[in-house]
C-alpha cells in the first residue's frame, strides 16, 4: 500500500488530479495482477513431465515388424540398421525388435555418428555369422538390438571378440613329442611284422627299438 501512495503523491506533486492520479494507478495494478505469472502446482508439473515422455516414446505399429520409415518417406540411416538388424534376426532366429525407442534411436544414431553406417551393418552381419550371438553358449544368451546398442559391447563386435574361431585345419600341426614318436615308430615296426614282410626286412628298415618302459630312445 505504501508503494501505491507514493505513486499517487508523486502524480500529484507532477500536477495531475489527485482522483484521476488514484485512477490511473488502479487501473495499473489490476493490469499488473492480470498478466502476473500463476504459480503451478505440484501435481501440474508432474502431469507436464508425464505428457512431455510419453510424447517423445516412439513406438512401431503392432500390426507386424516392419520399422521402416512411412511409406512415401525416405528411410533415414537409423531405420536403414533396425531394418537390417530385424532380417538378419529373422535369419539367425534372434529377437526381432518390435519398439524402437526414443532411447534406442539415440543410441543408434551415436553409433553411426561414431563408426559410419557401414561399420554399423558390418556389426550386424557379424552378430548374424556369430554362434556365440546366436545363442551357442554355456548360458543360451542370445544378442538383441539393445546389445548393438551398447557403445563397449558394439566395439567388441567390430573387433572380431565374438567371431567364430578358424578351423584347426588351417593351423600347423602340433610338434610331435619324443614319447609319441617312440610309440609311433613302434606301431609301425609292430605293423609291418604282422603284415608279413619277414623278419629281414623289418630288422633293415630303421633301428631296433627298447620296448622296455621308461627309456624311449632308440639305440
Not at 609319441?180 to 630288422?203: M, P, S, V, Y
Request: proline residues 5%; contains cysteine.
Amino acid at each position: 500500500m505504501s508503494e501505491i501512495r507514493a505513486l499517487i503523491e508523486q502524480l500529484i506533486a507532477a500536477g495531475v488530479d489527485p482522483i484521476e492520479a488514484a485512477e490511473v494507478v488502479a487501473r495499473a495494478a489490476i493490469h499488473g495482477a492480470a498478466n502476473a505469472p500463476k504459480k503451478r502446482s505440484a501435481g501440474a508439473i508432474r502431469q507436464e513431465r508425464y505428457r512431455r515422455n510419453k510424447a517423445s516414446q516412439m513406438t512401431v505399429s503392432d500390426a507386424g515388424d516392419d520399422l521402416s520409415s512411412p511409406e512415401g518417406s525416405s528411410p533415414t540411416a537409423v531405420d536403414q540398421v533396425v531394418t537390417a538388424f530385424s532380417e538378419m534376426a529373422r535369419q539367425s532366429g534372434l529377437s526381432v525388435p518390435r519398439a524402437v525407442t526414443a532411447s534406442r534411436r539415440r543410441s543408434l544414431l551415436l553409433r553411426i555418428e561414431e563408426h559410419g553406417l557401414p561399420a554399423v551393418l558390418d556389426a550386424i552381419e557379424r552378430i548374424g555369422r556369430s554362434r556365440f550371438c546366436r545363442g551357442e553358449n554355456d548360458r543360451g544368451w542370445r544378442a538383441d538390438l539393445d546389445f548393438l546398442c551398447q557403445p563397449k559391447s558394439f566395439v567388441s563386435i567390430l573387433e572380431g571378440k565374438y567371431d567364430d574361431r578358424r578351423s584347426n585345419q588351417q593351423q600347423a600341426p602340433p610338434r610331435e613329442s619324443e614319447h609319441a614318436r617312440h610309440q609311433r615308430e613302434c606301431r609301425e615296426a609292430i605293423q609291418r611284422k604282422l603284415n608279413g614282410n619277414g623278419h629281414d626286412e623289418f630288422a633293415s628298415t630303421g633301428p631296433a627299438f627298447d620296448l622296455e618302459p621308461g627309456d624311449f630312445r632308440a639305440h
